[in-house]
């Protein structure tokens, strides 16, 4: 018996959920009394190999090649199952991210284990094994038993929070000389630079039709800058167009869990409140009183986005100078 | 070229879920529709279907499920899909509609495969991929758009922080969500009476169990009432940010 994490590769980096499923993968491994292996591709510095036994793997399997640069479906669930047989693995974790939403049903059909997606925390029960997730876009919990061996889960997003539980250990190299050639031929690639990744971010300042026309987002731009933020925006906002589709949040755009949504002009559709409503903290700015973002809020202020926007950022730059003085 | 779409049906998402006494999920007086991400793949099937350049000459609507589910699949071939095809047994959990699906495409013809990224209820995620491991299919995922020209499929992917456009091969199947298309397509009246006149291909399902089952729903603890701060000192939200719910600092 033992557990498997694999850690997405972010260009060079492990991102905050990879480390948080690393301290996740570690709790649980302490209650199988079993090793965590931390399998990651890919280039990545020495330092930041370091990470993985920090946050709580025991071992790190490194498959650093070109050929896994591009995220071939075959290539990477033949190396997933290679690593699971010499090792005996039986718990399989992957995060909630692009990589890790691919992989995990893909190697689960391979090893015949059964799956569950988007889990919110440890076990509930380790025999039966029984995992809580979130069902009919956040309105319902289920706890979902699974009955084979072998186990493949993703962690939904900021569900755990990352933990030092370890000390660096020293990564070793997996052998991927049998592995099949991809199949996936890259003819482009776009990286959206210089912002904080949505789905990293621990404060979210969003705006919805509210905020009446594109120009005016540059408040919560400069908000969100202040707070040490990312901007987030509606559906209607991404299809007029006034904000780029990689910043929706909601059911069909982005899930994202921050600590902090801070929602300006945004009426609540139930579309809208399944892609954040697993926030830790919700705060609302809306004119309409009945608006059902207060029913998800935790804080909220009935009034004009765009006259309560203007007043917080001249009092938060106020605090902020106060503090540094 | 054929493309096939995985169609799920699920209760209509929109509506507010309650518990029966039992602890089950109360759907028996809720709509079935076609799942919202499946529902925008077929729209793109159709639209690659139109456009004569792309090669596309039929789509397929693949389902597993019991024959309460017919009204809906008229539905996807009101819209304009060729054939639908019922997979006669209502599976209980992702693995076994994979199963189903898989044994079902490993002896069909097909170049492309779609399957929206989840279902609307049960959130699983799951069964497009494991279909197309169950069946060996190359695969990829995260699609957020689909174009075919002179026979060449081409996927823009989206990752973390990017995305990228990659090239398959024939035959695979694609994971799709966000962006594949924008608005599902509405049935046209001459569709909706097409469609009641053809037939709905039943198939004998294969061996198939499920491996996962939901043992307990619980509705999440009711939320406390939101603060309110007065609009004319929007300032004191700072301070419940900063000193209540420390999630600010300055």
């Not at chain 1, 929706?248 to 949504?261: F, M, S, V, W």
């Not at chain 2, 799709?176 to 924008?182: L, S, T």
């Amino acid at each position: 018996m033992s557990l498997l994490i694999f850690a997405d590769n972010h260009n060079g980096h492990f991102p905050k959920h990879a480390r948080e499923l690393i301290s996740y993968g570690r709790r649980m491994a302490e209650d199988l009394n079993t090793q965590t292996i931390v399998l990651v591709t890919g280039a990545l510095s020495d330092e930041e190999l370091l990470l993985p036994g920090k946050y709580g793997a025991h071992r790190v399997l490194v498959a650093d090649d070109p050929r896994f640069e591009v995220l071939d479906h075959k290539l990477y669930t033949a190396l997933i199952e290679q690593v699971v047989s010499e090792k005996g693995v039986t718990h399989l974790l992957f995060s909630y991210s692009p990589a890790g939403k691919a992989l995990a049903p893909l190697a689960a059909a391979r090893l015949q284990a059964g799956y569950v997606s988007a889990v919110t925390g440890l076990p509930e029960n380790y025999d039966p094994f029984t995992v809580r997730k979130m069902i009919f876009s956040g309105k319902v919990f289920a706890s979902v038993e699974i009955s084979t061996e072998k186990k493949v889960i993703t962690l939904a997003p900021n569900a755990w929070k990352e933990e030092i539980l370890g000390e660096a250990v020293e990564p070793e190299k997996v052998s991927f000389a049998g592995l099949p050639q991809p199949v996936t031929d890259r003819l482009s690639l776009e990286r959206h630079e210089g912002r904080i990744m949505l789905t990293d971010a621990d404060i979210v300042i969003s705006g919805g039709r509210g905020m009446q026309n594109a120009e005016n987002f540059r408040l919560l731009e400069e908000l969100a800058g202040l707070l040490g933020g990312a901007v987030a925006c509606t559906r209607p906002v991404s299809d007029e167009g006034w904000r780029p589709p990689e910043e929706h949040a909601g059911q069909t755009g982005k899930i994202i869990a921050p600590d902090l949504y801070f929602a300006f002009g945004i009426s609540g559709a139930i579309q809208h409140l399944a892609g954040v409503s697993g926030s830790k903290v919700i705060a609302a700015v809306n004119k309409d009183p009945d608006a059902p973002i207060f029913e998800a809020a935790d804080y909220g202020i009935v009034g004009d986005a765009l006259e309560v926007l203007p007043r917080l950022i001249e009092e938060v730059k106020k605090r902020k100078a106060a503090r540094n003085r | 070229m054929e493309i096939v779409i995985l169609l799920s049906v699920v209760p209509d998402t929109t509506v507010r879920v309650r518990l029966t006494e039992e602890g089950l999920p109360e759907l028996s007086q809720v709509p079935l529709v076609i799942n919202p991400w499946d529902e925008l793949a077929l729209t793109r099937a159709l639209e690659l279907k139109e456009d004569p350049a792309s090669g596309v000459e039929k789509v397929t609507v693949l389902h597993a499920g019991p024959a309460t589910h017919d009204a809906v699949l008229r539905k996807a071939l009101a819209m304009g899909a060729g054939e639908a095809v019922r997979i006669d047994r209502d599976p209980q959990d992702a693995w076994e509609a994979a199963t189903l699906l898989a044994e079902y495409l490993k002896e069909h013809a097909y170049d492309l495969v779609l399957a929206g990224v989840e279902s609307s209820d049960y959130n699983g995620a799951a069964t497009g991929l494991l279909t197309a491991g169950l069946a060996d299919i190359p695969s990829v995922a995260a699609v957020s758009y689909v174009e075919v020209k002179e026979g060449e499929i081409l996927f823009t992917r989206d990752l973390e922080g990017g995305r990228e456009q990659v090239r398959m091969d024939a035959p695979v199947l694609a994971v799709v969500q966000k962006g594949i298309a924008r608005e599902p397509r509405m049935p046209s009246m001459r569709g909706i009476m097409m469609a009641r006149r053809m037939p709905i291909t039943v198939v004998t399902p294969a061996q198939s169990k499920p491996l996962t089952r939901t043992v307990r729903f619980e509705m999440p603890p009711p939320k406390p009432p939101c603060k309110m701060v007065p609009a004319d000192e929007p300032e004191k939200i700072l301070d419940l940010l900063e000193q209540e719910a420390k999630v600010i600092r300055f």
